[in-house]
């Protein structure tokens, strides 16, 4: 299964226009599933954004996963476990879906994009945080292709306001 786990603001965001995501560090003391999610996890594929967003992080977090970083960069020192990819995401989705676990699109919004403009999704898992920020990286950004239907599979709503919502695309 090909699973987005994401938060975004009330408004839509998912990273400042810097791509700070410093808006989210008052909401980081509730779990929201986070374990039990990583824990299905097998491959993360992220854009070349966020991985160098993530290389800023005290220390690497998937150290026990294999990490793919869709680019076309080389990557200098990347920690063990990180291959690249280019962004041909139908060859992509495909390698995906050959392997036994569950696979995280970690982020951003051109990686999202990519996978649901070929209808590579399986599930949503968005976090709306109680925050509007106005402006920045948005969750999507499509001026073209086709039109996904979702189906809510759950809400879950926390006393600090952060709602998860879980949808499967139909």
Known sequence: MIRCYIAASLDGY????DGGIEWLKPFDTEDYGY???????????????????VLLFPEWPYKDKRV?????RPLISAPAGVETRPARFQDLAQELRAQ???????????LLEGFLGIDAVDRLELFLIPV???GGIPLFQRDTGPQ???????????PNGVVKLVYDFT
């Not at 793919?68 to 076309?72: E, F, I, P």
């Not at 676990?101 to 919004?109: A, E, F, K, N, Y």
């Not at 996904?148 to 926390?158: D, E």
């Open 148 to 158: 996904n239907r979702l189906r809510l599979a759950l809400s879950t709503p926390y």
């Open 68 to 72: 793919l970083v869709v680019t076309s």
């Open 132 to 134: 509007t920020l106005g």
């Open 35 to 53: 374990k039990g999610f990583i824990n299905e996890i097998g491959t993360v594929v992220m854009g070349r954004a966020t991985y160098d967003q």
């Open 100 to 110: 036994e676990r569950d696979v995280w699109l970690c982020g951003g919004t051109q």
């Open 14 to 17: 998912i990273a400042a226009a």
